[in-house]
């Protein structure tokens, strides 16, 4: 990510961006946008099984939620968070060959697409129940503590729909009564699956909740890459310094289906015409060439490069082996001493 | 000196506090000097400060915590209330602890304390007996201590492996079972144990149920009848040989348990001896549970809803006259 803050500053021209991370940001925006692009046409192109989820409409967002995280910090990305994922880390390689079925992944067939983790720079992998990824990123903060170790935060994500689990209740409860440094990013993208919020939630603003829980609750228009640096970094810097677990909740509208299987043909034409209905990728580039942050031909550069590391990943993956059954273990815990009955597991 | 069975739970916990500094106790009412419902951990928040910590009614994110501290390098134990309570957990249980090592190569090794099975006046939901549902899934080690030093050590050796266990510990044994001192030797968890040899009839059981089917046991030796006690000790491994060799000694096969009768570990005992070892029986293999019904408040209800020393006797003695 350093790298590219270099190259993106060195281009950097008239007046200074909004946030001196800004354009690192939109670069990270513009490699998941190309990347997903890529993803969902190999899996129209029935090269991926199973599903494809993506992040479309949540690039700003999530980029702002890898970001600022450091070595030593723990990140609990969901379903649409490639961009904060790539940001915080994780090579498009691993993306590659976890939905394309590499056995170098780091799930190595065992699970697949959004549910796989980056241990190395402590991105965890989500299970689908969702709400239950709170807990354990304030699990491990505790544990961090309790080892002496300083400096620390979690930021997890979650949507409104995922909000509504009583899993995520109790799991930003137990962070406020533990007092650990938590982030929780919700991203109100006004669908879960089918259902509009009016069938998830009753309360005003979901931001709400925020002192119910002992949190200091902040709202950011998820579209404005600046707002969502500003909030999502002023958030983690709280934590950061001690102060109580952080709710920023973020508008927005998915841009795309559920998964990749779904047209999401129920999302009313009316909605998109909202100001937090559009599409914040092309809106921060159109905002960049208009004040002159970067130029059209070192945009056009980042598209190029951008495009070449995707083609690169996803070559890779593909002339990778796939797991093999005979070939597995077949061990659903680490001690094999406690393996149970062999024999019946059909062989 | 005598140990009850929930003192020895109790002084596993302080020697695991003692030894392992990654060790912290989680759990409802367990601080201050309350010390538990049932006082496992009475006198420890204050020996142990900072590590014996209450939590809010919340099963569900107990665990989760449980899971992420485990995964940076503790190894927490979480007591459930009451075993019934750990439905609320089952997600973080099943679907989280159980299939992380297989998903991420990351060992979970958390302990989760349940405090299972019926005594007097509990009712259906303080009552329950939950090991067949997390011997179900994968990713999960079981274990049902049934006496005051399998308590001890298998609380310890729990803690010290590397994967989540599920300790169910019975509350109708907390003070029924006494035992003159803490032990010294250990049988390791996955190894069943022959706690009464016999000839006639193998009695397969685990838990409280144990000391029902030793009663029974010295009721037909009194009439030259041995029947042969094996406690399981674990349902999750579920040592199949021990089981095996017992039945080819006796040749007849009874199945004890208390939780429900729809599956579970009774069925799965049956299952595997009938498959693995259909020509050492001489009769057909039988099982006796509880009703299928929820476990009932009143006493007189209760004591005939789940097998008693009565029940089982006339299970076994159909079986000894086929
Ligand atoms: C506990 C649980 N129930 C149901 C599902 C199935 N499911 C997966 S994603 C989803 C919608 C989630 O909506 P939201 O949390 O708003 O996130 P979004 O997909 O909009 O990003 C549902 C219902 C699930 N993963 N977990």
Redesign the pocket.
């Given at each position: 990510m350093l790298q590219t803050a270099t190259r993106a500053g060195a281009k950097t021209s008239k007046k200074d961006p909004p946030h001196e991370r800004y354009l690192e940001a939109f670069r990270w925006m513009l490699q998941t946008r190309i990347f997903e692009e890529k993803l969902t046409s190999l899996y129209r192109g029935g090269l991926i099984t199973g599903g494809v989820y993506v992040g479309r409409g949540q690039e700003a967002v999530s980029t702002a939620c890898g970001l600022f995280l450091q070595k030593g910090d723990v990140f609990g990305p969901?379903?649409?968070d490639q961009a904060g994922r790539a940001a915080a880390g994780e090579p498009l390689l691993n993306v590659t060959r976890t939905y394309l079925g590499s056995r170098q992944g780091s799930m190595r067939g065992r699970d697949g697409n959004i549910h796989r983790g980056w241990p190395e720079t402590g991105q965890l992998a989500m299970i689908?129940?969702?709400?239950s990824l709170i807990s354990v990123v304030v699990g491990k903060l505790m544990a961090k503590r309790m080892k002496g170790e300083k400096n620390f935060i979690g930021l997890t994500t979650?949507?409104?729909?995922?909000?509504q689990?009583g899993a995520t209740h109790e799991g930003m409860n137990i962070a406020s009564v533990e007092k650990v440094p938590l982030v929780l990013v919700a991203?109100n993208?006004h669908?879960?699956?089918s259902t509009p919020n009016d069938r998830q939630f009753a309360c005003a603003q979901l931001v709400d909740r925020a002192p119910g829980y002992g949190y200091e609750g902040h709202e950011v228009d998820g579209t404005k890459l600046a707002d969502c640096l500003d909030e999502i970094g002023g958030a983690v810097e709280r934590a950061r310094a001690g102060g109580p677990p952080q709710l920023v909740v973020a508008s927005l509208l998915?841009l795309a289906g559920?998964g990749e299987h779904d047209d999401a043909s129920y999302v009313p034409a009316e909605i998109k015409k909202e100001s937090w209905a559009q599409d914040c990728v092309p809106a921060t580039e159109k905002l960049i060439l208009e004040k002159g942050w970067l130029d059209a031909a070192t945009l056009k550069q980042w598209r190029a490069e951008i495009s070449a590391e995707v083609e690169k990943a996803v070559e890779t993956a593909q002339r990778e082996a796939a797991p093999v059954a005979s070939e597995e273990d077949w061990c659903a815990i680490s001690t094999r001493g406690m393996v149970d009955a062999p024999v019946l597991a059909g062989e | 000196m005598s140990v009850t069975y929930l003192e020895a739970i109790r002084e596993a916990q302080a020697h695991l506090l003692r030894e392992d500094e990654r060790v912290y106790l989680y759990g409802q009412d367990i601080a201050g000097k309350f010390g538990g419902a049932f006082k496992a951990t009475k006198g420890l928040a204050e020996k142990f400060p900072g590590r014996v910590l209450n939590t809010p009614i919340s099963e569900d994110a107990m665990v989760g915590t449980a899971i992420g501290a485990a995964m940076e390098g503790m190894r927490p134990i979480v007591e459930m209330q009451f075993a019934d309570f750990s439905s609320i957990a089952l997600n973080q249980i099943l679907n989280n602890a159980g299939t992380q090592f297989f998903r991420t190569n990351i060992p979970c090794p958390i302990t989760v304390r349940l405090p299972s099975g019926g005594t007097k006046g509990s009712g259906p939901f303080h009552s329950q007996s939950m090991e067949a549902i997390y011997s179900h899934y994968p990713g999960l080690v079981v274990v049902t201590p049934a006496t005051v030093e399998d308590a001890y050590t298998m609380l310890i050796d729990a803690v010290a492996i590397d994967d989540p266990v599920i300790y169910c510990e019975h509350k109708y044994l907390y003070y029924h079972l006494k035992a003159d001192a803490l032990p010294k030797d250990r049988l390791p968890i996955g190894k069943a144990r022959i706690v009464r040899p016999g000839r006639d009839l193998s009695i397969v059981t685990y838990s409280a149920m144990v000391h029902e089917a030793l009663a029974v046991a010295k009721e037909f030796s009194a009439s030259g009848v041995e029947i042969e006690v094996v406690d399981l000790r674990s349902i999750k491994p579920l040592d199949t040989e021990t089981v095996l060799a017992s039945v080819a000694r006796t040749g007849r096969l009874l199945c004890v348990g208390e939780s429900f009768p729809w599956g579970g570990a009774t069925a799965e005992v049956i299952a595997r001896v009938a498959t693995e070892g259909f020509h050492l029986l001489d009769a057909a293999p039988a099982r006796i549970n509880a009703r299928d019904t929820p476990i009932p408040y009143h006493p007189n209800l209760w004591v005939d809803h789940r097998p008693n020393a009565k029940s089982i006797a006339a299970k076994a003695r159909r079986i000894l006259a086929e």
């Open positions: 969901l379903i649409r689908s129940h969702l709400g979650i949507g409104e729909g995922g909000m689990t991203v993208n669908f879960a699956y998915r559920h | -």
